[in-house]
Structure formats: structure tokens, C-alpha cells
């Protein structure tokens, strides 16, 4: 009885942690998506001159910042915060595997990324992308082992 | 309330941050001058981003309006191709629209945007 109260009690702090941890991936996809949008033409410019991107550049420009905001819904509803942290995860490892090409094709050009993460070099971005990707899988595993322990105790 | 707190107040920095990290737009934008390589007779070809050179062409352009010709943009509206001598070239993105000439015979097309970068344009008679 006491170790299971102790255990709630225990899962309960890790639940803000996982919390924390999904207001932060919301910070950095709502900053990026708003400072995307913020400087449309130059993010455009930046996806004109990636080799990879520039057929679709015209539909990126806009998707990709849409494409992060609906996620910043996704993370900020309580019902759909696991699959937008699937979601982000997802994107944010995408990410990573551009930015990892870039780095070995094309690394003179400058990055699409908005606002301050604009100064970040690609190598310094891959391992960024990388801890958040880290960050997302934790808070996946503390919701989940949350969403176990209240399931397992007894009313 | 307090499940969205975190994630609200996330959201209202993000938006403040972008807003104060975002470049400042500049008062008067540098413009260029692109000229027209395509064929003027293919509404495709002037609506082709790639079909505009900023390498002035041998044709003269005249005040009429019947065939594309040249256009003037802003500097945010056109990016320098590193990969190519880098060469300052229109966004592929602009979504320049072709419309018929003055003349309205059809005969030829002329550009336009919906955007409010192009300053002038002059056609081929």
C-alpha cells in the first residue's frame, strides 16, 4: 500500500517533468513555425538554394511552419500530447537526417531554420535536433508509465 | 486550465521571442531588374520563375504591355544560386501569374503578381 502511494507520488513528479518537457518541445515548434512565417521570403530564399528542396520549395515555405504548428496543437491537447510527441519526435528526427545531408553535400549553404537557431552551425543543429528527439522519447516514456501506474492501482 | 498552462505560456514566449528575433524589415529594399528569356507567346514560360534573367537580353523593351519583357523586384524576393556562379535569380515561390497583353489579341502575356513586389514591369511591343 505504501510503496504503491509512494510510487504515484514519484510517478506524479515525474508527470511534470514529462510536462516541462512537452512545454519545451512547444517552444521550440511554435518559435520555429513564427519565425518561419515571421521571415517568409528569406526562408523561402534559404529552401530555393537547398538541392534536396528546391522542387518543392514552393509547397514547403508554408507547409513546413503549418506542418509545426499543427503538432503545437497536437502537444498542447491533453488526449492527443502522445502522438504529438510521436509526431515531433518524428519531424524532429527528419530533421536531423536533412541536416546530416547537408553537412556532407552542401555545407557552405545556410540553414532554413528560423529565428536564433539560424546562428547554429549544421553540426551544432544534428546534435540540437538529437537532445530534443532524447527529450521527446522521455516524455513519452514517463506518459506512458504514468498512464500504467494509474491504470494498475486500485480505486 | 492547468494542463494547458504549460503549453500556453510556452507559446506566448515562442511568438514574443520570434517577433523580437525576427529580421527588421527594411525601409526601402535594394530592387533588381529581370528580363525575360522565355518565349512570351507561352503564358507557362512567363509564369516560370526561371525563364527571368537578371543578365540583360538584346531585346529592347518598350512602354506597351503586349509581351513580357522585363520586371523590377525587391531584393527579398530573389536569392543568390550558390550553385550556379552565384548568380542572383527570382524565388521560385513568387507565383508570377501570365496575363494577356495589353493589346488583348492574345498574342502575347504579360507578367503580374498577387503579391506586391513587382514595382514595374514593361513589355515588347
Known amino acids: ?155 | 486550465m492547468k494542463n494547458y498552462f504549460l503549453g500556453l505560456a510556452a507559446i506566448i514566449i515562442a511568438i514574443g521571442a520570434a517577433a523580437y528575433t525576427s529580421p527588421e524589415v527594411k525601409v526601402k529594399p535594394q530592387s533588381y531588374t529581370f528580363y525575360f528569356t522565355g518565349n512570351p507567346l507561352l503564358d507557362t514560360d512567363v509564369a516560370d520563375e526561371s525563364k527571368w534573367s537578371i543578365t540583360p537580353t538584346e531585346n529592347e523593351c518598350e512602354e506597351e504591355d503586349n509581351k513580357a519583357c522585363q520586371i523590377v523586384v525587391d531584393d527579398n524576393q530573389t536569392f543568390v544560386d550558390v550553385n550556379d556562379g552565384n548568380k542572383r535569380k527570382l524565388l521560385s515561390t513568387l507565383g508570377i501569374i501570365a496575363v494577356a497583353g495589353a493589346d488583348g489579341s492574345g498574342n502575347g502575356y504579360v507578367p503580374k503578381m498577387p503579391h506586391t513586389g513587382i514595382s514595374s514591369s514593361k513589355g515588347r511591343p
Open chain 1, 1 to 155: 500500500m505504501r510503496a504503491g502511494i509512494k510510487n504515484i507520488v514519484k510517478s506524479g513528479r515525474l508527470l511534470l517533468l514529462a510536462d516541462l518537457i512537452n512545454a519545451l518541445i512547444i517552444l521550440l515548434l511554435a518559435y520555429a513555425a513564427a519565425s518561419k512565417l515571421w521571415d517568409y521570403y528569406g526562408f523561402a530564399q534559404v529552401l530555393d538554394q537547398s538541392p534536396l528542396l528546391k522542387p518543392y520549395a514552393n509547397v514547403l515555405a508554408w507547409a513546413l511552419p503549418a506542418l509545426e504548428l499543427a503538432i503545437v496543437v497536437l502537444l498542447l491537447l491533453p488526449i492527443t500530447r502522445l502522438r504529438g510527441l510521436y509526431v515531433s519526435a518524428s519531424l524532429l528526427i527528419a530533421f536531423a537526417l536533412y541536416l546530416s545531408y547537408m553537412v556532407l553535400f552542401a555545407p557552405h549553404l545556410p540553414c532554413g531554420c528560423g529565428g536564433v537557431l539560424k546562428s547554429l552551425s549544421w553540426r551544432q543543429h544534428i546534435f540540437f535536433n538529437l537532445f530534443f528527439v532524447g527529450l521527446a522519447f522521455a516524455a513519452i516514456y514517463i506518459y506512458r508509465r504514468y498512464k500504467t501506474t494509474v491504470s494498475e492501482s486500485p480505486p
